[in-house]
């Protein structure tokens, strides 16, 4: 049962253009969610988070959407740089037990373009 | 400079052989992860822990076992028990709420 689905396995974009990454989730009581980016043979890093009580928040070149009613989510790049260009995965948190927990996407690789 | 520090960065097996991963932390986190990635599947979680002397199994922690002696360690071994063990793991650390900081990871081979 996959709670965060990440539908697109790969995304190319050409540099400068906006890159659009999208994330689905079934749970309605997931509390948070973040965005992580991955290079190859590295641990994520931690990108930019929003919680379910807002809709968009931003970080310079970055921003993400939440859409409660579809439950859905995008981080949005632009513009989009050659150091883009990594594997990106959503995240949503779950306080289960008094741990939070985080479900994470399958990732979506991300080719930025000269 | 805090960071979590996993050790060794690359980690070759022979069969039915139990291999342990080093999860170290230095930020004072309640919280310790242990994930696996395989290609096309995301992070999956094998175990966590809240805090000393306690953890709770993840998704898939069949052949996997972990201990939490210290706040600042959580150890993973892999066991024969595990069928297919080759993957890159990963160890997380987290205050509650704020997210996890992962560490670089251990790519594990089965031989």
């Known amino acids: 049962d996959q709670q965060v689905k990440q539908n697109s396995p790969s995304l190319s974009v050409q540099e400068g253009r906006i890159s659009i990454l999208n994330c689905d989730y079934t749970?309605?009581?997931?509390?948070?969610f973040l965005w992580y980016k991955k290079y190859p043979a590295e641990g994520p890093t931690f990108l930019i988070s929003?919680?379910?009580?807002?809709d968009k928040n931003e970080d310079g070149r970055f921003t993400v959407f939440l859409n409660k009613s579809a439950k859905h989510l995008s981080l949005h790049i632009v513009p989009s740089q050659p150091g883009d260009s990594a594997v990106y995965f959503c995240?949503?948190?779950?306080?289960?037990?008094?741990?939070?927990?985080?479900?994470f996407g399958q990732g979506t690789r991300l080719t930025i373009n000269p | 400079d805090g960071g979590i520090t996993q050790s060794p960065k690359y980690l070759f097996r022979k069969e039915g052989q139990n291999v342990t991963l080093s999860c170290e932390q230095n930020?004072?986190?309640?919280?310790m992860y242990w994930y696996r990635q395989d290609p096309g599947q995301g992070l999956r979680l094998i175990y966590y822990?809240?805090?000393?002397?306690?953890?709770q199994k993840g998704d898939i922690a069949e052949g996997y076992s972990v201990s939490r002696e210290k706040k600042e360690s959580f150890p993973l071994t892999v066991t024969s028990a595990q069928k297919n063990p080759t993957a890159f793991y990963l160890c997380?650390?987290?205050?509650?709420?704020?997210?996890?900081?992962f560490g670089s990871g251990t790519r594990l081979t089965v031989v």
């Open positions: 749970n309605s009581m997931f509390d948070y």
């Open positions: 930020l004072n986190h309640d919280a």
């Open positions: 995240a949503a948190s779950l306080i289960i037990q008094g741990a939070q927990k985080l479900v």
């Open positions: 929003i919680s379910s009580i807002k």
């Open positions: 997380a650390s987290s205050m509650r709420n704020y997210g996890y900081t």
């Open positions: 822990s809240q805090i000393v002397n306690d953890f």
